[in-house]
């Protein structure tokens, strides 16, 4: 009985460290992002978000179902990755909350 239970420790133990790998060598982290942005000029910023497109066209337009567990959650995974890149290149915006926007008209009515 212990050695069975010393075995599923030891795969357990093995199957976290693989899975923590393969993530680490997928994907880079935020600051990595961050950090490649802030160096791009707006001419490979903008190439790069064609890149992207083209990329998340290809994934669309691609037959999943014949795809394993692995490849889809890698599929997803990529996309995430690529979305928060594209993020990050657009610049952002300018976002308000209800209670701005509600703030926003009455003073519009009272100077009014």
Known sequence: MKTKL??????VMLSLGSLTSVNAANGSTKEEVKAKVATMTTEQKEARVKEIKLR???????DKSNLSRAERKELRSE???MKYEA???GGGGVYLSLA?????ILLLILIL
């Open 79 to 81: 996309l995430r990755a």
């Open 87 to 89: 993020n990050s290149l």
């Open 100 to 104: 701005g926007i509600i703030i926003i």
């Open 56 to 62: 998340v066209e290809e994934i669309r337009h691609m």
């Open 6 to 11: 010393y075995l599923l420790g030891l795969a």
